[in-house]
């Protein structure tokens, strides 16, 4: 399995970005898909989770309301809408993939893409 993350940059505070993760190799549809995130000197802390099967993506409560996950199956691809971004949403944010699972702490999981880098200016 093949995790291709991006979508970052620099974005002022109250902007959007949208952060994708494409998946290779193995049958997308029986992958439950994660983001984490990591900012400079701290954990990598949980952000998303998205069901294999689909469903109601879970949150962290920090970006609960204003982070949305979703997955496109046709495209082997999952999103992270990110709106209404604050300076303390800075960091290289990574998607991960678990076979028929989709927990909420890193150890859960597979397979790593590389990260990309959201940096937000106040």
């Known amino acids: 399995v093949q995790l291709q993350a991006s979508g970052g940059g620099l974005v002022q505070a109250g902007g959007s970005l949208r952060l994708s993760c494409e998946f290779s190799?193995?049958?997308?549809?029986?992958?439950?898909v994660g983001w984490f995130r990591q900012a400079p000197g701290k954990e990598r802390e949980f952000v998303a989770a998205i069901h294999w099967g689909g469903g109601t993506p879970y949150y962290a409560d920090s970006v609960k309301g204003r982070f949305t996950a979703s997955r496109d199956n046709a495209k082997n691809t999952v999103y992270l809408q990110m709106n209404s971004l604050k300076p303390e949403d800075t960091a290289i944010y990574y998607c991960a993939a678990a076979k028929l699972r989709d927990p909420q702490t890193s150890s859960g999981y597979d397979y790593w893409g590389q990260g990309t880098l959201v940096t937000v200016s106040s």
């Open positions: 190799g193995r049958t997308f549809s029986m992958y439950g």
